[in-house]
């Protein structure tokens, strides 16, 4: 047995969100916290996908922009656009509801 098994667990705080629980596990090891010989594999039988591929006709000179700036930041630029979009509609809706 190892000097890590034979220690206690460290119990897990509570978290007020999310940002504050990757916080915590960017500086702990989870080691401390969990007996990973004991861990069983998750199935997730039922799961499909949440996105849909579509189809979208763009100028050339847009797309290497969306290129450019994607590269710039070293992110795929379907990614940028799905942020850029998602921005957009959260301002639109503000819009509607004010």
């Known amino acids: 047995m190892s ?11 509570s978290f007020a969100n999310e940002d504050q629980e ?3 596990w960017a ?3 989870t080691a401390d916290y969990f007996d990973w010989d004991k861990a069983v594999q998750p199935t997730l039988p039922a799961l ?7 189809s979208l ?3 050339v000179a847009m797309l290497e922009d969306l290129k450019s700036l994607a590269n710039k930041r070293d992110v795929p630029y379907q990614s940028l656009m799905k942020l850029y979009l998602s ?3 959260g ?3 503000t819009k509607k509801a004010s």
């Open 3 to 13: 000097k890590r098994a034979a220690k206690s667990r460290k119990e897990i705080p």
């Open 22 to 24: 990757r916080r915590f």
């Open 27 to 29: 500086k702990e090891d």
């Open 48 to 54: 499909k996908p949440t996105t849909t591929a579509i």
């Open 57 to 59: 006709r763009l100028p």
């Open 87 to 89: 921005e957009r509609i």
């Open 91 to 93: 301002r639109e809706r």
